[in-house]
């Protein structure tokens, strides 16, 4: 038979173990969640940097039809986000003297 100091010494002792085990399912719950979120962001990290290249095209196609069309209203769209250009025209473009001269029509 147990002694009184030794019985509540081993219930102490199982009353520790039920609380460390109760706080191991608290910070494993907690732990679990905490992958989660990192993972969702890690995923979409991963997503965003395979649609940067598709992102980018889409400005620039934005940009240079802008440019084109003298397009004020786009062009201030893009300014409300952060996205500036200039448009710098090259010289125009002139046909190959064959491409004006006129071809007779041979039947």
Known sequence: MLKKWQ???AMSASGL???LVVA???LFTQNRAAQQNISARQQYLQQSVQLEALYQ???KGAAELSA???DEQ???VLN??????????GPPAVAPPSALTPTPNRK
């Open 7 to 9: 019985f509540w010494l």
């Open 17 to 19: 173990a039920c609380l």
């Open 24 to 26: 191991n399912m608290v």
């Open 57 to 59: 095209q889409l400005v």
């Open 68 to 70: 084109r069309n003298k």
């Open 74 to 76: 786009l062009r201030s």
């Open 80 to 89: 409300a986000q952060g996205i500036t250009f200039s448009f710098n025209p």
